[in-house]
């Protein structure tokens, strides 16, 4: 398997990352997870501005162009044969001698690779349970940090208690998932906490928020409080890798008869389509 290192293809055992890497040492970076059907990137042009917004709202400079990178995660795809699958792509600081402050100077580092991952079916299909937990991270959801410590201990938690995901809420604002966007749908408005800093404007929300225009769904972009959520008729999370998988349960409590909703299986369908 090919890895992109900066602007070079490796392979795997080549790669070697310097214990005072900034990534390493301080999650001084950020990424993307892009998706891979039928051999194309998918949304590959939000995918990159979104990484480079990142990289820029942290003062980190990717060093190449965004046609040049392109490029290089086509080319990466297309050396791993990787068909149905995604692209994991992060940039760091660098590495320097550990402080906290920026260094004087280092250079960003560059690391890429595919993976082969099959559309979640059964669960886009059957939906999952889900959990409250308390959004403990910082006010910088924004950006797509590879500080993750509070995402993860989130999702643990979650999966801890055999759920699937994890429905974070500040106070009784619920925000996100620990990776990825949450809705609700309720008498055929859907509900979904606006893009601030307090989320990831996810490229399947931006996507769903398309549909819900196509479809002739009407979206309000305003927070849901937990109870308002068990209130809804159907919930929903989105992702790259999950695209739109229905939650019927938030910690114990059925949500609608429990089981897809049928505007959650309509927007599925449209979003399948633009697949194709
Ligand atoms: N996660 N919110 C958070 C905190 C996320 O980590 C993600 C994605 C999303 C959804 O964004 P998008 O639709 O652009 O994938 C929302 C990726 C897939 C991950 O970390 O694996």
New binding site residues.
């Given amino acids: 398997e090919w890895i992109l290192h900066n602007d070079e293809f490796i392979q795997e055992d080549k790669l070697t990352i310097s214990k005072e890497d900034r990534g390493y040492q301080f999650g001084d970076g950020i990424?993307e997870?892009i998706r891979v059907y039928g051999g194309d990137l998918y949304t590959a042009k939000e995918?990159i501005d979104?990484f480079y917004d990142s990289a820029e709202k942290v003062k980190i400079v990717v060093p190449y162009t965004k046609d040049v990178f392109h490029k290089l995660m086509y080319d990466l795809v297309e050396k791993n044969e990787i068909n149905n699958g995604q692209v994991y792509v992060q940039i760091t600081r660098g590495s320097y001698v550990r402080q906290h402050q920026f260094p004087a100077d280092s250079t960003p580092v560059v690391v890429g690779y595919t993976k082969t991952v099959e559309r979640p079916l059964e669960l886009m299909r059957n939906g999952v349970r889900a959990k409250f937990i308390e959004d403990m991270r910082w006010l910088r959801?924004d950006i797509?940090s590879l500080n993750?410590l509070g995402?993860v201990m989130a999702k643990q938690e979650a999966h801890e208690s055999g759920c699937f995901e994890a429905v974070l809420h500040r106070s009784e604002m619920i925000t996100?998932?620990?990776?990825?966007?949450m809705y609700g749908i309720k008498e055929n408005v859907l509900y979904t906490h606006p893009a601030t800093n307090l989320?990831?404007d996810?490229?399947?929300?931006r996507t769903i928020l398309e549909l819900c225009a196509e479809l002739g769904i009407n979206v309000q972009q305003t927070p849901m409080t937990k109870d308002q959520a068990l209130q809804m008729d159907e919930f929903f999370m989105?992702?790259?890798?999950a695209e739109i998988i229905p939650l019927i349960d938030i910690d114990g409590s059925k949500i609608g008869d429990g089981t897809r909703g049928a505007l959650t299986e309509k927007l599925q369908k449209a979003f399948e389509a633009r697949l194709n």
């Fill in positions: 990424y997870v995918h979104r959801c797509k993750l995402n996100e998932g620990s990776s990825s966007n989320i990831l996810g490229i399947t929300r989105s992702s790259t890798t």
